[in-house]
């Protein structure tokens, strides 16, 4: 039973313009949402988080937006770069245990 | 700081046979995780340490897959014996404390088992 769910594989997207990588899960209990980056041959890397308590956060070209409701969390990445190429992995976590629990990924590739 | 540091990169061992994985952590990082990532699919926890003791192990295969994490620091992830199944990249992660959001990952054992 896949709690995370990332159901765009891949998703190619022009330099310069907006990326929206999408992600769904159905474990109501999940309290905070992640976001990691990952390159070939390396581990994933933290990218950007969200509370549940919250419906958005920013950093830099990077936001992330949470509709409990939906139980549906996006990323937005404005303006793409290539160097943003990579996989995009949403996670969450649920209560004190502060375990991963992680989607399939979305390979994201910005073309020059 | 130094990151999380995995030895080796690379593993390929025929099945039924076994295999160790290590992992070093940040210094003075109290959580440590194992993760494992199949082709094609998001990383799925294994086990989670807190210093030396097991707080999690319920998705770990206790008939070949053991892991212990002595002296609060180093750990070993071992596999014995593998399955073809087996093949992934098995990732160690760590954090200051379990109630911190973040994680720092290690770049990965990645195991072939032919």
């Known amino acids: 039973d896949q709690q995370v769910k990332q159901n765009s594989p891949s998703l190619s997207v022009q330099e310069g313009r907006i990326s929206i990588l999408n992600c769904d899960y159905t474990?109501?209990?999940?309290?905070?949402f992640l976001w990691y980056k990952k390159y070939p041959a390396e581990g994933p890397t933290f990218l950007i988080s969200?509370?549940?308590?919250?419906d958005k956060n920013e950093d830099g070209r990077f936001t992330v937006f949470l509709n409990k409701s939906a139980k549906h969390l996006s990323l937005h990445i404005v303006p793409s770069q290539p160097g943003d190429s990579a996989v995009y992995f949403c996670?969450?976590?649920?209560?004190?245990?502060?375990?991963?629990?992680f989607g399939s990924g979305t390979q994201l590739t910005v073309l020059p | 700081e130094a990151g999380v540091a995995q030895s080796p990169r690379y593993k390929i061992i025929e099945k039924r046979q076994s295999v160790a994985f290590w992992c070093n952590p940040i210094?003075?990082?109290?959580?440590l995780y194992w993760y494992q990532q199949i082709l094609g699919q998001g990383p799925k926890l294994l086990i989670q340490?807190?210093?030396?003791?097991?707080?999690?192990d319920s998705q770990l295969p206790k008939d070949r897959f053991s892991a212990e994490r002595l002296k609060g620091v180093d750990s070993t992830l071992k596999i014995q014996p593998a399955k073809l199944e087996d093949s992934a990249v098995y990732l160690c992660?760590?954090?200051?404390?379990?109630?911190?959001?973040?994680?720092?990952f290690g770049s990965g054992t990645r195991l072939t088992v032919v």
């Open positions: 969200i509370s549940s308590i919250k």
């Open positions: 996670a969450a976590m649920e209560g004190s245990a502060r375990q991963l629990t």
């Open positions: 474990n109501s209990m999940f309290d905070y």
């Open positions: 992660a760590s954090s200051r404390d379990r109630t911190n959001y973040g994680y720092t």
């Open positions: 340490f807190q210093n030396n003791g097991v707080v999690d």
């Open positions: 210094s003075g990082h109290a959580t």
